[in-house]
């Protein structure tokens, strides 16, 4: 009897051991989100991100639907920085292509985040995460990778931005690094409304998989036209664009006509 007790503790120590040494999980519906935390009072943080995560997931399903989604949860600002390296070091929500999607846990945030703030973070998130997938990890030029969650995500840019875009120096499609999301929002909008949806977008990604020190060349093969033409014909799509909201906003002056009885 004696033997077998010890036995017993034995095979529980172990079993300790070994939960000591894993990572704990969040349980994952159809094993489609899998949520990883290191800290255990992020249980409950866990499961409110694996349910964000599957609200949103249809907006990256439009560029690919990916089958699994790995989360981890870090619980401090300092481990997502470390892990994000100095690029991305500050953000909130981050990706990487190993890893899946990086958060900060809600609880290290330094206002208890909305649910809205959840979703905005991890829309941007998923989004970004599938831009990676399809680009086999290699990174997209700044204004393809912040329009593609602008647009899918739906999220209004003011008119105005465009008049800054049209009176900018040339070539902005040629930058890898965007000063100005609005770049990103109205270059990816003329793809996705005068160049053929998101089919050639996906296209791009794919290729850029497999030339990734040739984007300009991907995007001319992809469009069939060169880098300095398409962006001239997408200058004066914002130029019609610009010109359609200055007649609704004068439209908007002068109101309806109301004849005198």
Do not use: C
Not at 20 to 28: G, K, L, N, S
Not at 127 to 142: E, K, M, N, Q, Y
Not at 145 to 172: H, M
């Amino acid at each position: 009897m004696q033997k077998r007790a010890w036995v017993l503790v034995v095979l529980s120590l172990v079993a300790l051991e070994a939960r000591a040494q894993t990572r704990v999980q969040a349980p994952a519906p159809a094993g489609e989100f899998v949520v990883t935390f290191t800290e255990r009072s992020d249980e409950g943080q866990a499961a409110r991100l694996r349910d964000v995560a599957a609200r949103v997931k249809p907006l990256a399903d439009q560029l690919e639907n990916l089958e699994r989604i790995e989360i981890v949860v870090v619980h401090s600002q300092r481990e997502l920085d470390l892990r994000l390296g100095l690029d991305q070091a500050g953000s909130v929500a981050g990706v990487s292509y190993l890893h899946g999607i990086l958060f900060l846990s809600p609880l290290a945030w330094t206002r208890n985040p909305t649910d809205e703030a959840l979703t905005h973070e991890m829309q941007d998130a998923m989004i970004r995460l599938t831009v990676l997938r399809l680009t086999g990890g290699h990174a997209a030029p700044d204004w393809l990778t912040q329009g593609l969650v602008a647009n899918l995500t739906k999220r209004p840019f003011a008119a105005a931005s465009v008049e800054l875009i049209v009176q900018s120096a040339p070539l902005l499609l040629l930058q890898w690094r965007a000063d100005d999301p609005a770049v990103g929002y109205w270059a990816v909008r003329y793809l996705l409304d005068a160049r053929g949806g998101l089919t050639p977008v996906r296209q791009l990604l794919h290729i850029l998989a497999q030339r990734p020190d040739s984007f300009v060349e991907n995007l001319e093969l992809v469009y069939g036209t060169p880098v300095g033409d398409l962006e001239r014909d997408w200058r004066a799509w914002l130029q019609q664009q610009m010109e359609e909201e200055k007649r609704r906003r004068q439209d908007n002056r002068e109101g309806p006509l109301v004849r005198d009885r």
